[in-house]
Each structure stands twice: as C-alpha cells, then as structure tokens.
T-cell receptor, first 110, second 118 residues
C-alpha cells in the first residue's frame, strides 16, 4: 500500500521557472515531512523539511507548502536552475516509520 | 567528516551466493538505517538501529535478509541466498539528535551499493 503518493513522475522546466512537485499522504500519524534531493550515483540528501504545526517553510529558493486538512504538501523551487536537475523524493514519517514517495525526475533546461 | 561510508560500491554475484553489504555511519550518530531502492518499489526502509539495537525490522523482505550492528561504527546487511529480484541499490543512512530512536531526525545517506544478482 503506497502511503505517500507523489506527482508528477517527471517534470521539465525552463531555467528561471518554477518547479512544483506534489505529495499526498494517508496516515494521519505522520508528523514529519522531509524532501530529499538525489543526483545520479549519489544517495538522497535532505533538502528541506516541515512539521505539521506550520503551513509553509522557506529556505532560499525552496519552499514547502503544507495543507494538513487535505493531507497534502508540495515543494516549490523558485528560479529553477540547471543544477537543480535531479530526482526529488517527498517523505512522511511517524516515530518509527518513514515512507517515501516514488520520486520526481526534474530537468531544468538552460 | 567523511560522511556515511558504504562498501562495496558495486557488487555482482550469482544467484544463491551470499552477499554482505557494509556501512560505517557518521561518527557520533546513534541511529542507522538500511534502505533499498528499485525502479519498481522506490525507496524502502528495511531496518533501523538505535544505539546498536534493532528497533524496527518490519521492512526486511524475508528471512534471507539479516542485519547486524555489532558496534556504533559498523553495520552489515546480509542476503543469503541471493536472488535476481534482490538486485537494487542499497543505501545506509545515519542520524543523531535529541529525538534519536525515531525516523524523524535528519538522515544522512551514504553513496549506496549497487547490487546485481545474475
């Protein structure tokens, strides 16, 4: 059973554009929502994370929007750059259970 | 800091053979996680340890898989016997924080071991 659904599978954005990746979860016990960035041949690296007591968190060009009632959260990448081209994973975690989305392959064209 | 170290980086073996993957967590981290990544199933948590003790192994697919953490600086994931469907990238991650013992602390991933079982 897929507990975290991520869309789209792939995304192509022009340099300078906004990249938006969406995730939805089912388990209301989840209380930690990180986003990971993975480059080919590398392990995932934490990009930004949010807890459900806030609706938005911004770090530089990266913003998480969180909608607790809808059980949805999204990653926005402003002013997307070719160096942002990678696979992005959302995740949701309860105390002893981390579930990942299927991933979104982002390509930022120069 | 060298980060999480995994070895080998690539492993090719034949069906039925024993495979041992190794991980050295970041010094001072007291939680360690093993993940498996495949195209079909994505990133799956297999097992995690806190203070060298297995906390949750519900993600371990079957008895052919076993994991140990004999000390704070070393862990192994063993597959015996291996099968072609075990082919995947296996990641080790470690974390430390005021709430260690949960999955909600920042996890630092190693580079992974790409396993191919023929």
């Amino acid at each position: 059973q897929q507990q975290v659904k991520q869309s789209p599978q792939s995304l192509i954005v022009q340099k300078g554009g906004i990249s938006i990746i969406n995730c939805a979860y089912e388990n209301t016990a989840f209380d930690y929502f990180p986003w990971y960035q993975q480059f080919p041949g590398k392990g995932p690296a934490l990009l930004i994370a949010i807890r459900p007591d806030v609706s938005e968190k911004k770090e530089g060009r990266f913003t998480i929007s969180f909608n607790k009632s809808a059980k949805q959260f999204s990653l926005h990448i402003m002013d997307s750059q070719p160096g942002d081209s990678a696979t992005y994973f959302c995740a949701a975690s309860a105390t002893r259970d981390m579930r990942f989305g299927a991933g979104t392959r982002l390509t930022v064209k120069p | 800091d060298a980060g999480v170290i995994q070895s080998p980086r690539h492993e090719v073996t034949e069906m039925g053979q024993e495979v041992t993957l190794r991980c050295k967590p970041i010094s001072g981290h007291n939680s360690l996680f093993w993940y498996r990544q495949t195209m079909m199933r994505g990133l799956e948590l297999l097992i995690y340890f806190n203070n060298n003790v297995p906390i949750d192994d519900s993600g371990m697919p079957e008895d052919r898989f076993s994991a140990k953490m004999p000390n704070a600086s070393f862990s192994t994931l063993k597959i015996q016997p291996s099968e072609p469907r075990d082919s995947a990238v296996y990641f080790c991650a470690s974390s430390s924080g005021p709430t260690s013992g949960t999955t909600t602390d920042t996890q630092y991933f190693g580079p992974g071991t790409r396993l191919t079982v023929l």
